[in-house]
């Protein structure tokens, strides 16, 4: 799989199943590597990560079809 893309929004797979979407936030001076979680909002560097994780691919999000 390519490198992530700044601000594209990523499906993940937790090493428990449980999938995620985060959005890819780049690397900060320090070269840390910066998450978002779109559900919770929360941001988290690679670094505070204590479990396995892996990019499944990039979030398929289609557009709401409009109200009748």
Known sequence: MNPPVLNAIY???LCSGEQRI???LGEDRHA?????DIES?????????????????PH????KPADE
């Open 11 to 13: 499906d993940i797979e």
């Open 22 to 24: 985060w959005r890819y």
């Open 32 to 36: 840390a590597t910066w998450w978002e």
């Open 41 to 57: 909002g929360l941001e988290f560097s690679e670094g505070s990560l204590m479990y396995a994780w892996k990019i499944i691919g």
């Open 60 to 63: 398929d999000n289609p557009a």
